[in-house]
């Protein structure tokens, strides 16, 4: 009979874990970990805050380390593995995947990656060593080289027998690839058709052509972007020469989807996408100094431009009290350009041929909205402040501020972009900054004009 | 010979198409339509104006439309939906998956609705009919209802049989759901399992039992979160009386994904998440412009904070000037923790057990940074004006502040949630204007008792 799954049950488990940590019923916890999954030990872990992750950490079972590691977020990983030993971090590799254990070797400083592989059995260092030789973010560091190849001229049934003989598939295996004798891709056969093929039919017959295949050096995002749009399961990776050499499956895929679209809104709140959200006070702290450190210095260029006009701010109390209210709005609305845009230059909807329909799309949106809070905003202090020049000033400002918003956030990111700089991490604050600034000109410098 | 797919290509799709519409080349761009994938020319339409894409639109071949609308992202399928007749709309379906019809419907006014339904032959209908009897956002609403049972007493030949008899399976079956007479699930068997065991071995004895279903009533980011942890290529759904209703697959799965991920950054910056990137710009701007009526709230209010310290404003014109740092460091401190919350809460990592250790965490990361901005701010600002005591005025402010911004970056989030409001959507915006308010106060205050 099945457990009916109806929420996730984390909590529970996590709340039942601390009672029995903080009686110090460790052998308790030990035998709930043990009836736990590897992946719903890894997610305990990443709910666990430091002290409490590395007595769990202790407690799991040694073989079963590998798998939980495969698992946990790079930060998190990143922590356990820098405090274990090479010898037993060594052991730990032998149940991973070898794309993990090439990221976990990645991570760790020079001497000790070198002892790490000197531990390893040679054929594990070998097939370690060859995904090592890809870059990390791309499809030859995310691939398995872990498949099944067949060739066209046998038929189904003698497909199966081989199939029996092997008894059993690589993990997630929903295809065998055809090759020729060079170990060139020349098609795949799917497990689905494999099935409800007639035995005596050969392989070439009823496979489907390698139209497609994805090349070693493709960057990973582009590889997430190209198995959501085509609703893939696995694919295979060729070199320039058309040689199979890997497969990507789709499970390791919604990891780098779901990093990509994290990624867009933790850089725009200035923080690393892989943070762990229970990290080190000092970790966190000199992490996140770094971006107010940049804020720092947009917020001193904005109070320099309203230094500039300091006997006006002497004069009339008013206009410093409305001064903020411009910017506020400008950066609002052109951080939701700024969003719009760099989800659209993800998923790769925005590119040369239709920049320039965008820019003047938000450059209009960003009018209208000027006009209306323009109005809006005049009134309100008209009346409340009693002055027909002031709202009008205001007004002005607002308009021209909410205009130069929807351009900014459009050229901004683009801009970035080209420039290979990130336009999720930079592109926020470097919107603000114009829109501060120029918000307050306008501002303060009609209000010199006019009022002074 | 496969095509080594090195980078996505729509950009220079989207340029020849282009260039052939401007040039009336109507017959030639619907050659090239003819030639494309559904999924890429869905891509295509997203990534155009929305004057080309009713154009192409028209072009592309009747019989693939609904694999096309299959494939658009929420907005954008909307816009070409709408524009369509009933009969068209219902011929349409025919092509389309049960559950992808269903939310078509579902977005129709009432009386469109009712005459799409009518239009659809009967078999259709009642299975699009039972498909809106599960609420959109469930289990149920994004399941499938096209798979394969079989008994557990039959040996794996006989099984193999059945499907070749079959021909087809349903599209990515990975694998057959086992059942017993009353069509209660009791486990599943893997086609790589059928396919490696030997012929006369019974499925119950190689088959996976069914620990875990997923329930029809089961939110859809909660199955999102089950399939991301545990690898999963497709799941069963039951009802409550572990009846076996649905099968939900890992491409359905990868949508939510990545629109859950995406959400939290949209809303943030207070957008839909499924804001179309070339909607209409008055569709845009009256969207947009609910959110800077919020913000315009928020800027009024501290507006009004500034106006209750009128004549310490007009006493010294560099309070004025330095006023907008304490908010503006606050804001950004605050919106770093708020998004490691929002993620936090998303993927499940925040509850009440660790709620109480993430808000001292915060507290002492925004101490940290507090003293160290209070420090250097203060400094520059002796430095800049000459003044001692202005200096300690903005360091004590903004040591306060900053300490809030982390506290009220953990509590906001989780009220919300508790209250049922979106944190991502209104998360920042209030922590921003407490930040704003007590920024303000607080500098203003301290300059009005120490300095006017």
New interface residues.
Partial sequence: ????????Q??QT??EV?QALENGMFVHVRRMLQDM?P??I??LL????PKERQVLWQLTDPEEQGEILD?LSEDVKDGIVSQMEPEKLAAVTEGMETDDVAYVLRSLPDGKYQKVLAQMDATDRHRVEKALAYPEETAGGMMSTDFITIRGDVTADVV?RY??M????PE???ALYVVDQNE???GHLS??T?????PDIEVQEVME???????V???DS?VA???????W?SAPV?D?D?HLVGRIT??D???I??ED??H???S????DDD?D??AP??K??RR??I??GV??L???A??SV??LF??T??QM?????????V???GG??G??T???????LAV???????TR??LS?EA??GL??GI??AA??GG?VVVWKGNLILGLIIAGAMMTNLLVAGVAGVCIPILLKKLNIDPALAGGMALTTIT?IIGLSVFLGLATVFLV
Same sequence: chains 1, 2.
Avoid at 46 to 49: G, V
Avoid at 317 to 325: D, N, Q, R, S, V
Avoid at 338 to 344: D, K
Wanted: a negative charge; hydrophobic letters at 50%; proline letters at 1%.
């Fill in positions: 009979m099945a457990d009916v799954l109806e929420q996730d984390t909590h996590l709340q601390n999954e992946e719903d890894a997610h990443e709910a666990s805050p698992e199966l199939l029996r092997k008894g059993e598939l997630a295996t929903d060139q891709l020349i497990l689905s494999l099935i409800t093929t007639q052509d390698a139209d497609e295949a994805i090349s050096e493709m960057d582009e972007n190209l198995f959501e749009r085509r609703n399961l060729v320039l058309n789709i499970d895929v919604v990891d989807i779901r679209a994290e867009s809104m933790m725009m709140a200035g923080l943070e959200t229970f006070v000092m966190s702290a996140r100094s971006w107010l804020n720092v947009a917020a001193l904005a109070a309203s230094n300091e006997e701010l002497d109390a008013a206009i410093a009290i409305l001064m903020t209210i910017p506020s709005m609002v609305a951080n939701q700024v969003a719009l845009v760099i989800r659209g790769g909807h925005i590119g040369e041929t239709n329909w965008l799309k209009r949106v209208i909205n209306l809070w809006i905003i309100v501060d």
